[in-house]
């Protein structure tokens, strides 16, 4: 048989399953970047006022190096944190559509029809780079109706499918390397955060003539960047990321026909089912312990990345008012530091919602894996299964947000000479994050527990406050757009006051909604 036999049925089933998802995030991107370019042709008019505000080494961190100052230039470099997300999107939906249809049993059913060992994989990866080249069009297409020049726009619209091009590959290569979903998601998005961390640290030292500025030249992520849209308009890089791309699916192939149906290359560390195995929690603990120790790690050096270069933002931003006024919008309430640093510590928790998401969606996957049932048929109650996990889902980010916190405070108190006074301060305001996080939480745990089939769509939570904080840290936003997100409502920290009564309702709002999840689950078959 042909291994891509039934490829474009495949694609058509993908297209149909995510008829609502994928141009929803198309779209969402497109607006987003194109309505960038008239706010801040207003906020910053002048070549000078551009150069001044993406000059210093904390926006350098952030969003990259400016390559020119130009408006088309200066909008791409502010827009530098949307290949991140395009890459992120492009890695979970080629795992989605590979590993968990395997990790299901969905891909052993459909192997037993016509169709080809690797047209899943095929299916999956035209769907997503087909996806990028759509996302590459309209963004084109926007940023040209915006009076910026064609070829810019044409060069922006191709740094954003080259991201996505890049770890759609790294996703399929994750998807070979072992046999549970959450894993391979795992192992894809540390290649993503590495990738970011490198173009930090090499465009930052860059900056200041370091000797690390090579960082960025072994990043997908600074690949993508050093296109240079309206500026150099490097076309040959996108042939590079290409045949890169090309590589990785050549190597994704590779592996695929190394492996059975529904296993991974890695070996799966198996272990008696007594002794350190003998309770729920003990295998919630073996399940989760990974994912956490990853997170914790990588939110460790998010808080000593952030923490590094909070002393130099703080020189530019006392002599511009229009850019102070953008970071109290961030978050900010009094200090312009304390407005970048509680900025920043607001978009560490957005990341931990994701990190509390991608937890309680663990228990989807024992659920849908069939794994679940041999737990349940012992003495063990549902709510007692479910509670295993969700301490982790719920304590978790908290570990994650403590160590940014700590490692914030140590960062930018030895940068200040007041480790003292400043570690405190930035675990506090990591950790006001949580009543935010708990709430995403307790939506995925009500979806997981009403509508099951329906578990992905937790992901949607995170993402639009993901997408508020874009638009509202940079363009002013109606106050109820902005209410939406659980994270408007915390307080501003460090720097601002505390008030118990926002923080009191989210609570309340994640104790309702989680337990009503829980109710569900109670009530539901299982699996189903």
């Known amino acids: 048989m042909n291994s891509l036999a039934g490829t474009s049925g495949l694609i058509r089933l993908i297209l149909r399953r995510d008829r609502i998802v994928l141009p929803l995030w198309i779209l969402c991107l497109t607006a987003i970047s194109v309505s960038y370019v008239k706010q801040y042709g207003d906020l910053f008019p002048t070549p000078d006022s551009r150069v001044k505000y993406a000059s210093n080494a904390g926006f350098i961190t952030l969003y990259g190096e400016l390559s020119g100052s130009s408006l088309g230039e200066f909008v791409t470099w502010r827009l ?23 990790e299901t049993g969905r891909r052993e059913l ?22 990028n080249v759509v996302l590459a069009v309209l963004l084109a297409l926007g940023m040209h109706s ?62 200041t003539n370091g000797p690390l500025a090579w960082l960025s030249y072994v990043s997908p992520i600074g690949w993508a960047q050093q296109i240079h849209p309206y500026a150099q308009n490097r076309w040959w890089l996108a042939i590079v990321i290409l045949a890169v791309t090309v590589l990785l699916v050549v190597a994704a192939v590779a592996l695929a026909v190394r492996r059975d149906v529904g296993a991974g290359l890695l070996p799966d560390r198996l272990g008696p089912a007594d002794g350190g195995l003998g309770s729920p929690f003990a295998l919630a603990w073996r399940l989760h312990r990974g994912l956490l120790v990853a997170w914790t790690a990588g939110f460790a050096l998010l808080g000593l990345l952030f923490g590094g270069v909070a002393k130099g933002v703080g020189d530019m931003m006392r002599d511009d008012p229009t850019i102070q006024e953008m970071f109290r919008r961030m978050g900010g309430a009094s200090g312009l530091i304390d407005s970048f640093l509680a900025g920043v510590m607001v978009l560490v928790g957005l990341i931990a919602s994701a990190y509390a998401v991608q937890a309680t969606l663990r228990m989807r996957v024992e659920e849908s894996s069939g794994r679940v ?14 509670a295993s996990h969700l301490v982790f889902s719920l304590l978790g980010p908290a570990v994650a947000l403590l160590a940014a916190g700590v490692m914030q405070g140590l960062a930018y108190g ?4 007041d480790v003292g006074g400043q570690l405190p301060r930035m675990i506090g305001a990591a950790l006001v994050q949580l009543p935010a996080v708990w709430v995403l939480a307790a939506v995925a745990i009500a ?4 509508f099951p089939q329906a578990s992905m769509v937790s992901w949607a939570g995170p993402a639009l406050c993901i997408l508020i904080g874009l638009v509202s840290a940079g363009v002013a ?13 915390l307080p501003s920290l460090p720097g601002g006051s505390v008030s118990a009564g926002p923080l009191v309702v989210l609570l309340a709002i994640a104790l309702a909604v989680g337990l009503a999840g829980l109710v569900g689950l109670r009530r539901r078959d299982l699996p189903a």
């Open 80 to 102: 530098g944190f949307v290949p991140v997300m395009v890459g992120l999107i492009s890695l979970l939906t080629v795992i989605r559509h590979t590993r968990v249809e395997e």
């Open 110 to 131: 459909l192997g037993a029809t016509v169709v080809g060992r690797h047209a899943q994989l095929a299916a999956a990866l035209v769907a997503t780079l087909g996806a």
């Open 146 to 207: 915006q009076n910026l020049p064609l070829a810019g726009s044409v060069a922006i619209g191709i740094e954003y499918a080259a991201a996505g091009f890049l770890f759609a590959g790294i996703g399929a290569v994750a998807a070979q390397l072992t046999a549970s979903a959450g894993t391979a998601r795992g192992i894809a998005i540390g290649v993503l955060g590495a990738a970011y961390v490198l173009r930090a640290a090499g465009d930052t030292s860059a900056h």
């Open 373 to 386: 049932e041999p737990v349940l048929a012992t003495a063990t109650s549902r709510w007692h299964w479910a």
């Open 414 to 417: 030895l940068a200040i000479g």
């Open 447 to 450: 979806i997981f527990g009403f």
């Open 477 to 489: 936003t109606a106050q109820w757009i902005r209410d939406i997100s659980p994270f408007t409502h």
